[in-house]
């Protein structure tokens, strides 16, 4: 276990199409967080998972939105109805604890 | 909620020149504060931290300064080398609350050999 990774490293879908990222976080973090990045903005908070319970949703993540960690381990994000507006890097990262942030490679969608 | 301001949002220097990159912040229960390096196409890393009972921390080449009263935090580069060239994040959380980092809007520095 090398890090957090993330799957597919590239997605493009036409708008209006459902998608579904996957995040595997480091294998002892029990803490795990989805941010949204655009082209020349900082991350963006999204969700946050602590083992497999949701505890926090920001307002950036509407109905069209949904994350799940079902057993404590990796995470889903899928983003149904997308929009050219979707279009931007989506972060995962994990943590034990408040300690050892550590962010996955992302995956870059672009809405067409 | 948080607002994390960050500036400048590009700076070049010359190799072996220093680089300061500022950011201010809005919430006084904020505590943690990271700096992020990302280089192009790939994850941001962690380079240094700092929390809110020091006021300065250094790695090397690298060192954080927070001022709790202003609110205001900065990262120092010395002796800068081409490899130090990437976008910087700055970022604050508070560690009682919310889980969340609040990102500011990136430094993309590049430095000229």
């Known amino acids: 276990d090398t890090g957090v990774s993330q799957d597919p490293r590239h997605k493009i879908t036409k708008r209006g199409q459902n998608v579904t990222f996957r995040c595997d976080p480091i294998?002892?973090?029990?803490?795990l967080y989805w941010y949204r990045q655009t082209l020349g903005q900082g991350p963006e908070f999204l969700t946050y998972?602590?083992?497999?319970?949701?505890?926090?949703k920001s307002r950036l993540l509407s109905d069209r939105f949904s994350a799940e960690r079902p057993k404590g381990s990796f995470s889903t994000l899928e983003i149904q109805r997308t929009e050219q507006g979707d279009s931007a890097m989506y972060l995962c990262?994990?943590?034990?604890?408040?300690?050892?942030?550590?962010f996955g490679s992302g995956t870059r969608l672009t809405v067409v | 909620g948080e607002n994390v301001e960050q500036h400048p949002s590009t700076l070049s220097v010359q190799e072996g020149d220093s680089a300061v990159i500022k950011c201010t912040y809005s919430?006084?229960?904020?505590?943690?504060f990271p700096w992020y390096k990302q280089e192009l196409g790939k994850r941001p890393q962690l380079i240094i931290d700092?929390?809110?009972?020091?006021g300065e921390k250094k790695d090397q080449r690298i060192a954080v300064t927070l001022n709790k009263t202003a609110k205001h935090f900065s990262l120092h580069i010395t002796e800068t080398q081409p490899e130090d060239s990437a976008v910087y994040f700055c970022?604050?959380?508070?560690?009682?609350?919310?889980?969340?980092?609040?990102f500011g809007t990136g430094t993309r520095l590049t430095v000229i050999p």
């Open positions: 990262a994990s943590s034990l604890g408040r300690n050892g942030y550590t």
């Open positions: 294998s002892e973090h029990n803490r």
């Open positions: 998972f602590q083992n497999e319970a949701q505890l926090e």
């Open positions: 919430d006084s229960a904020s505590n943690y």
């Open positions: 700092i929390r809110s009972n020091v």
């Open positions: 970022a604050a959380r508070d560690d009682t609350g919310a889980n969340n980092l609040f």
